[in-house]
């Protein structure tokens, strides 16, 4: 396991040394210490990826995209041990981080394939009203990307990041999560072993405040893509606007999953159960707030309940394990926090509210749910970020529309119905930047993530998270004088 900072493609210490430590939520101890580093990093970091961004740049999209695909491969290769080193560090089921290594080398494959898309769509024409002139379009690289990433995916949001800014043409300053670093500085790692030209990819571990900040502030950094909470999303903007520079933000999200009453009962119970208790319900796009027609909602909640129940909480790298601990000590406090409004608030507490029984070590809390939410309780509407579930009836369809819009946040949705008419129509108007319909959360690098409202700027995935990394520009010349 790294324990440097990886800057202009050398593994260095810190400035002023300092290391932070790095913790297993299963066994709640100190498995490793990764270099803490600050102010003096990142400006060593974003000078090396303003010295290699010009080579960089000019590089052709085919060969950038060779490098990206070299970085898949090699993921690929070592996609056991980088899914149990994600599982260490994070406390999800290795099963899970399995998946989310798949994800990775898809992103930078994917991702791969538009760079060389961009040297054939360079230089296209561009019609205009006046045939004494021709126009062109170009798209080139904004700059230095800071890259700040959350701790609840390691490596995924990270891929969703760095892939497409390398695509673009540009170099990058990665500043991993200081809770799950481990497997994010294995990207260094596999940098060097393709041959990825020094200061093309830089990583900073350290806090948000000695890294973070500084980095979001950079007058050399020209563009600024956060994952996080909305609290922190809100002060990197901020910061930013002093440049100002651009910036990409995906936060929160409080999502809403409606079962009609003509649903698929086995594939409505998959969806509200994995939509919640997938990697603890530490997902931005959580489907946290269940909207069920009143009159199959005694079966729903029994099967929904009986699930829950099967799932299987323990050591995270044990293949029988289905539900890991949450990631750190703070998120079990501010769940379990949670829970205790919604019983001091009388709630009903239909499942769970503390601890697995027989587990006295390690960061969990028992699948949790609440029925007849009220929607003023902070427990509707605010992220939680745990195994959490609130319940709620309605009886018509423009009520449960105006239910899963009633929230300030807008990132994802999933809608369960037979009638897929409504179903299309129901998931139209609901405010969301995805919707699954009849669907477990399945998520394709070829579509976007992002969300309205509150759940942040800007899309990822897609062309559109290429996008995200490159600058318009239009060229017109006048060819002939006029008559």
Known sequence: MQDKLYIDGVWRAPVKGGKLPVFNPYT????????????????????????????????????????????????RQRKDELARLSSLNNGKPYAEALIDMQDVASSFDYYGGLAADLDREQDSPVSVP?????????????????????????????????????????TVVLKPSEVTPIVELELGVIAD?????????????????????????????????????????????????????????????????VVFADADLDI???????????????MCS?????????????????????????????????????????????QYDKVLSYIAKGKAEKLDLIL?????????????????IFGDVPVSSPLWREEIFGPVLCVKTFTSEDQAVALANDSDFGLVATVISKDTVKAERVADAIDTGLVWINSPQVIFVETSWGGFKASGIGRELGPWGLDAYLEVKHKARRISSAA
């Open 28 to 75: 709640e101890q100190v498995i490793h210490h990764v270099a803490a580093g600050g102010p003096e990093d990142v400006d060593l970091a974003v000078k090396a990826a303003a010295r290699a961004f010009p080579a960089w740049r000019r590089t052709s999209g085919a060969v950038r995209g060779q490098f990206l695909r070299a970085i898949a491969e090699k993921v």
């Open 130 to 170: 006046d045939g004494a002139f021709r126009a062109s379009l170009r798209r080139e690289p904004i700059g230095v990307a800071g890259l700040i990433v959350p701790w609840n995916f390691p490596m995924v949001t990270t891929s969703w990041k760095v892939a497409p800014a390398l695509a673009a043409g540009c």
């Open 193 to 257: 072993e393709i041959g990825l030209p020094k200061g093309v990819l830089n990583l900073v571990t350290g806090l948000g405040p000695d890294v973070g900040a500084p980095l979001t502030t950079h007058k050399d950094v020209a563009k600024i893509s956060f994952t996080g909470s909305n609290g922190v999303g809100s002060r990197v903007m901020a910061a930013a606007a002093a440049g100002p520079k651009a910036v990409s933000l995906e936060l929160g999200g409080k999502s809403p999953i």
């Open 268 to 282: 409505a119970t998959e969806c509200v159960v994995n939509g919640i208790f997938f990697n603890a319900g530490q």
């Open 286 to 330: 959580a489907t946290s707030r269940l909207l069920v027609e009143e009159s199959i909602a005694p079966k729903l909640m029994a099967r929904v309940i009986a699930a829950a129940k099967a799932l299987q909480p323990g050591d995270p790298l044990d293949p029988k394990t289905t539900l890991g601990p949450l990631t750190t000590r703070a």
């Open 352 to 368: 769970g509210g503390d601890r697995p029984e027989g587990l006295d070590t390690g960061w969990f809390i028992a699948p949790t």
